[in-house]
């Protein structure tokens, strides 16, 4: 199934390639390379017909797409925790070699505390408080 409808994508992106190449443009299109003759290559009304069969592989090719990644989607799994998990109540062990109370600091101890925020002077207009990067 996979591979049919890989193979099948893959030809209507082709065949709306070489559509889509072959119409005529401003510039006459590739159907002009070709032959030289212009609109006369494929007759008269090919505008039309290379018109039509652009939006019905364009739907195709979109239709597919979407079919495609439903087929080629993984099956999506409950996440495992990894590693053990310490019971509710209980606190995890501490890593080798830290002591049990300080298990969540960092090498050089505790974090460092945020520095108080001073207060403005007495007489400062505090409506008129600015950032120094503005």
């Known amino acids: 199934m ?5 193979t099948f994508f893959v030809l209507t992106c082709i065949l ?6 072959l119409q005529k ?6 159907g002009a390379a070709f032959s030289g003759a212009g609109s006369a290559a494929f007759g008269t009304r090919t505008g039309d017909v290379f018109t039509w069969v652009t939006i019905v592989l364009t739907a195709l090719f979109l239709l597919l797409a979407v079919a495609t990644s439903f087929v080629y989607r993984k099956p999506v799994s409950p996440v495992q925790p990894q590693g053990p998990v310490a019971p509710q109540g209980e606190t995890a062990p501490s890593p080798a070699g830290v ?3 300080q298990a ?6 505790p974090p460092p505390e945020a520095p108080p925020e001073q207060a403005a002077p007495a007489g400062a ?9 503005e």
Do not use: F, H, K
């Not at 996979?2 to 890989?6: A, D, K, R």
């Not at 709306?16 to 190449?21: A, F, G, M, Q």
């Not at 207009?125 to 990067?133: C, F, R, V």
């Open 2 to 6: 996979e591979i049919l409808l890989t």
């Open 125 to 133: 207009d505090q409506s008129a408080t600015t950032l120094p990067n």
């Open 104 to 109: 969540g600091q960092g090498p050089l101890g």
């Open 16 to 21: 709306l390639i070489v559509v889509v190449l």
């Open 25 to 30: 443009g401003r510039g006459g299109g590739l």
């Open 99 to 101: 002591p049990a109370g």
